[in-house]
């Protein structure tokens, strides 16, 4: 499948990965846009919240689990951070692979991203 995340998951293209575990992966955005920037995935290929069915749904407990566990290894817990899933066009979703970011490291404001 020719999906970038989908390569990184099979390590096919290099990745600094911060969190694994069966399911999920997460690794440090290419571009970030905060001193941290993380995205958590699903190890299997969902397009975007829109593609989340019965079966798919629990991922997003899993992905939120590693979500707390990156904000305790990452020490941004106190500080805070915002997660953000961008889905379609409007949000400007350029990887069609389910993804969270983590944003932290600075004050975020009210502006979104
Ligand atoms: P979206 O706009 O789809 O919500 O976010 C996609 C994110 O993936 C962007 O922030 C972009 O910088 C990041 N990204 C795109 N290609 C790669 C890549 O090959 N490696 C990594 N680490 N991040 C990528
Ligand atoms: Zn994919």
Redesign the pocket.
């Known amino acids: 499948m020719d999906c970038?995340f989908c390569k990184?998951v099979n390590h096919e293209?290099p990745?600094?990965i911060v969190y694994e575990d069966d399911e999920v992966l997460a690794?440090?955005?290419?571009?970030p846009?905060t001193p941290i920037?993380i995205?958590v995935i699903p190890k299997t290929h969902i397009e975007s919240i829109l593609e989340l069915d019965e079966e798919a749904k629990p991922i997003c407990g899993k992905i939120f689990t590693a979500i707390q566990k990156i904000a305790k290894e990452q020490k941004i817990e106190k500080a805070g951070f915002r997660v953000?899933?961008?889905c379609g066009e409007d949000?400007?979703?350029?990887?069609k692979h389910l993804?969270f970011?983590i944003l932290a490291g600075q004050k975020l404001g009210t502006k979104i991203v």
């Open positions: 970038i990184i293209i990745s600094e690794f440090k955005d290419i571009n846009q920037h995205l953000i899933s961008n949000a400007g979703q350029e990887v993804h970011h």
